[in-house]
Nanobody
Framework: VQLVESGGGLVQAGGSLGLSCVAS????????MGWYRQTPGRQRELVAT???????TYSDSVSGRFTIDRDNGKNAVYLQMNNLKPEDTGVYYC????????????????WGQGTQVTVSS
């Protein structure tokens, strides 16, 4: 299973950016998907998650500014980031919980390679 991320970049505070992540490979189903971010000296933190049934959760710091969405047919997850702040700067990682194609169909976590988001003040 591979997760390939795209998007990110440099933006001024108050601006917007979008991230995409697509899962590919031989598997049965992609279950929960989500976005995490990491800054130097800090642990990777949850940004947002979305279940296969489109139930969404957001961290308090991004609620109302970020929107997570997915396309089950494309095994893709998206993150639209609006009203960005300098504290949103970091490397953003996509996470997917993927159920294997073969018995006993284990569900494992897979991570994208990370994409840099930099918000200037």
């Amino acid at each position: 299973v591979q997760l390939v991320e795209s998007g990110g970049g440099l933006v001024q505070a108050g601006g917007s950016l979008g991230l995409s992540c697509v899962a590919s490979g031989n598997f049965y189903m992609v279950r929960n998907m989500g976005w995490y971010r990491q800054t130097p000296g800090r642990q990777r933190e949850l940004v947002a998650t979305i279940h296969r049934n489109y139930t969404r959760t957001y961290s308090d710091s991004v609620s109302g500014r970020f929107t997570i969405d997915r396309d089950n047919g494309k095994n893709a997850v998206y993150l639209q980031m609006n009203n960005l702040k300098p504290e949103d700067t970091g490397v953003y990682y996509c996470l997917a919980k993927v159920t294997g194609a073969y018995y006993p169909h284990p569900t494992d976590d897979y991570w994208g390679q990370g994409t840099q988001v930099t918000v200037s003040s």
